[in-house]
């Protein structure tokens, strides 16, 4: 097979093409899958003309099969690792040796050993709703960070310090978008978030060097990840920084985006909302959440991971090719950039039945069963997936149970918004609401 190359309007200018990317990329990209039936299209940028593979068997070659001829380098990368360094974040080796370090404070056994201590976070961060509209954004942020100060620094850092952590990695995701859509642009030339990137690193060494000096000095103990990471040899401080930062990124973005978008969706259907809270009613009534609920709470788990499907938080995973190589037919060279969208792949009409329809049917285990593989990858896959899968399902689930137990959350104003504008993405490196939505918890 060859390869088409697009432009977004065919006969028109590049220009146009690129700002049609940077005003509502999501609806630019939909267009292009649209027109070419998920085939791996070459998108025309002028200097910068990426491939964007989408059918699930080319997503497989790309992140799995062919894993090691596709590089993390690039568009987001590259800059990111001004802050996160060549850590878990990285490539080669060292991410290998990295990722060994950090891979068994996330493993499912070692997750459900903190079910207990997660659950008290949540259930402590839970109470005191006035029925007042919240900021629906920032209040998943403050119940996660809540869980994260809890597991990853044993309480050991203020809520305020956790907070302002998390302001300031908020505003590194935001600020890579326009590395993104323009990746080809030489780091001295200044774009926007420059200037909020270099804040966030200042930020993250205030906070987090201390911690981690401390952490040193005999006689410390505890299964935090600060301590793991000190006492497990062969990093410094400056390493230990950046892979806290990746996970801490890692570890609240997902889940607060998450559920901010659950919100939106369970407004938009009163029938999936009426089952979630009848499930969360019958299993946890109205006393805390804990470690006994998780195995009943099974359509929670699938709305969640229906959310993620139409959601998911980090949309597009960008790769470099080592080497070249053959995605469908269509040949790729070294140095050439392979765009995978999990946002693009869990809305193929070809894999998914009416796509753009919230259905937590969809995860029903018989209907997963017969489901390619990487039709699904919320949290990426491969080599690179993502650590925190189990560790998100298990804070999301609590968090969903623990309000809805004790509260009717609805938007204010419902998901049209004045105007009657609906509720869209935003472009950045995770998929966040472009609007402020105001949340209720009523009683």
């Given at each position: 097979?060859?390869?088409?190359?697009?432009?977004?309007?065919?006969?028109?200018?590049?220009?146009?093409?690129?700002?049609?990317?940077?005003?509502?990329?999501?609806?630019?990209?939909?267009?292009?899958?649209?027109?070419?039936?998920?085939?791996?299209?070459?998108?025309?940028?002028?200097?910068?003309?990426?491939?964007?593979?989408?059918?699930?068997?080319?997503?497989?070659?790309?992140?799995?099969?062919?894993?090691?001829?596709?590089?993390?380098?690039?568009?987001?990368?590259?800059?990111?690792?001004?802050?996160?360094?060549?850590?878990?974040?990285?490539?080669?080796?060292?991410?290998?040796?990295?990722?060994?370090?950090?891979?068994?404070?996330?493993?499912?056994?070692?997750?459900?050993?903190?079910?207990?201590?997660?659950?008290?976070?949540?259930?402590?961060?839970?109470?005191?709703?006035?029925?007042?509209?919240?900021?629906?954004?920032?209040?998943?942020?403050?119940?996660?960070?809540?869980?994260?100060?809890?597991?990853?620094?044993?309480?050991?850092?203020?809520?305020?310090?956790?907070?302002?952590?998390?302001?300031?990695?908020?505003?590194?995701?935001?600020?890579?978008?326009?590395?993104?859509?323009?990746?080809?642009?030489?780091?001295?030339?200044?774009?926007?978030?420059?200037?909020?990137?270099?804040?966030?690193?200042?930020?993250?060494?205030?906070?987090?060097?201390?911690?981690?000096?401390?952490?040193?000095?005999?006689?410390?103990?505890?299964?935090?990840?600060?301590?793991?990471?000190?006492?497990?040899?062969?990093?410094?401080?400056?390493?230990?920084?950046?892979?806290?930062?990746?996970?801490?990124?890692?570890?609240?973005?997902?889940?607060?985006?998450?559920?901010?978008?659950?919100?939106?969706?369970?407004?938009?259907?009163?029938?999936?909302?009426?089952?979630?809270?009848?499930?969360?009613?019958?299993?946890?009534?109205?006393?805390?959440?804990?470690?006994?609920?998780?195995?009943?709470?099974?359509?929670?788990r699938m709305v969640l991971e229906e959310v993620l499907r139409l959601h998911p938080p980090g949309w597009l995973i960008p790769r470099v090719a080592a080497g070249p190589d053959d995605i469908d037919g269509v040949p790729v060279r070294a140095g050439d950039?392979?765009?995978?969208?999990?946002?693009?792949?869990?809305?193929?009409?070809?894999?998914?039945?009416?796509?753009?329809?919230?259905?937590?049917?969809?995860?029903?285990?018989?209907?997963?069963?017969?489901?390619?593989?990487?039709?699904?990858?919320?949290?990426?896959?491969?080599?690179?997936?993502?650590?925190?899968?189990?560790?998100?399902?298990?804070?999301?689930?609590?968090?969903?149970?623990?309000?809805?137990?004790?509260?009717?959350?609805?938007?204010?104003?419902?998901?049209?918004?004045?105007?009657?504008?609906?509720?869209?993405?935003?472009?950045?490196?995770?998929?966040?609401?472009?609007?402020?939505?105001?949340?209720?918890?009523?009683?």
């Amino acid at each position: 097979m060859g390869t088409a190359v697009w432009s977004l309007d065919q006969g028109r200018p590049r220009a146009g093409t690129l700002v049609r990317l940077l005003h509502d990329p999501l609806r630019a990209l939909d267009e292009i899958v649209e027109r070419s039936g998920g085939a791996v299209v070459r998108i025309d940028l002028g200097l910068f003309r990426p491939y964007l593979v989408t059918r699930p068997e080319d997503v497989q070659r790309v992140l799995r099969d062919r894993a090691a001829n596709y590089r993390r380098d690039g568009m987001m990368w590259r800059p990111m690792r001004r802050l996160l360094g060549q850590g878990i974040a990285g490539e080669g080796g060292t991410w290998a040796e990295h990722r060994r370090l950090v891979q068994p404070a996330f493993t499912a056994r070692h997750v459900d050993g903190l079910v207990d201590a997660m659950a008290e976070a949540v259930n402590e961060a839970a109470v005191g709703a006035t029925g007042e509209p919240v900021e629906a954004y920032r209040e998943m942020t403050r119940i996660v960070h809540r869980v994260v100060r809890r597991i990853f620094f044993a309480d050991r850092i203020t809520a305020g310090e956790v907070d302002r952590l998390g302001t300031a990695t908020t505003g590194i995701l935001a600020a890579l978008a326009s590395r993104m859509v323009l990746p080809f642009m030489p780091d001295w030339v200044p774009l926007p978030g420059d200037a909020t990137f270099r804040r966030a690193a200042r930020t993250a060494d205030e906070i987090l060097l201390p911690l981690i000096r401390a952490a040193r000095e005999p006689g410390g103990d505890g299964a935090d990840l600060v301590t793991r990471f000190t006492r497990s040899g062969g990093l410094d401080d400056e390493q230990v920084r950046d892979d806290l930062v990746a996970l801490f990124v890692a570890g609240t973005e997902s889940t607060a985006v998450a559920l901010t978008w659950l919100w939106v969706l369970l407004d938009g259907d009163p029938e999936v909302a009426g089952r979630l809270h009848a499930e969360i009613a019958a299993v946890v009534g109205t006393g805390p959440v804990g470690r006994a609920h998780l195995p009943a709470l099974r359509y929670t788990r699938m709305v969640l991971e229906e959310v993620l499907r139409l959601h998911p938080p980090g949309w597009l995973i960008p790769r470099v090719a080592a080497g070249p190589d053959d995605i469908d037919g269509v040949p790729v060279r070294a140095g050439d950039t392979v765009l995978v969208s999990p946002y693009l792949t869990h809305r193929l009409p070809g894999w998914w039945e009416r796509p753009t329809v919230f259905d937590p049917e969809r995860f029903a285990p018989e209907r997963v069963a017969n489901r390619h593989p990487f039709a699904y990858f919320p949290f990426g896959a491969g080599p690179h997936r993502c650590l925190g899968s189990h560790f998100f399902t298990v804070e999301a689930q609590l968090i969903v149970a623990a309000l809805l137990s004790r509260y009717r959350p609805r938007l204010a104003g419902g998901r049209r918004l004045a105007g009657g504008r609906v509720v869209t993405a935003r472009l950045g490196a995770s998929l966040r609401p472009r609007q402020r939505l105001r949340l209720v918890l009523a009683p």
